[in-house]
């Protein structure tokens, strides 16, 4: 099993920025990929970033390309989502994910891929 705690979540006016952290501990060696999710109100839960745990690769939603940065600390077994120029539709519940597997640049946004969730950290941003 392995267990995600996320934190920095908070409230910012558009323009600002905010980092995201995800701390997994437990069977950590056994994930090879992690990434970030968002479920706003009245709206399906969407990938917005994701990376392979044991190698180089990023992936990003369209909507967030050149704003937001994941990254990984793995001495910490920490997952991050630096988060910049944010817009009031970024507003959401932020979840983190681990997965068994390696993800693809096609399959990285489909929730099924990922078999740990953490509770989520709420990111809210005014205009």
């Known amino acids: 099993q392995v267990k995600l705690v996320e934190s920095g979540g908070g409230s910012v006016q558009a323009g600002g920025s905010l980092r995201l952290s995800c701390a997994a501990s437990?069977?950590?060696?056994?994930?090879?990929?992690m990434a970030w999710f968002r479920q706003a109100p009245g709206k399906e839960r969407e990938g917005v970033a994701a990376?392979?745990?044991?190698?180089?690769?990023?992936f990003y939603a369209e909507s967030v390309k050149g704003r937001f940065t994941v990254s990984q600390d793995n001495g910490k077994n920490t997952l991050y989502l630096q988060m910049n120029s944010l817009k009031p539709e970024d507003t959401a519940m932020y979840y983190c994910?681990?997965?068994?597997?390696?993800?693809?640049?096609?399959?990285?946004?489909?929730?099924?891929?990922?078999?740990?969730w953490g509770q989520g950290t709420q990111v809210t941003v005014s205009s």
């Open positions: 990376l392979h745990i044991y190698g180089t690769s990023t």
């Open positions: 437990g069977a950590t060696d056994s994930t090879y990929s």
């Open positions: 994910a681990a997965s068994l597997r390696v993800v693809s640049s096609i399959t990285w946004p489909s929730q099924v891929r990922y078999n740990y």
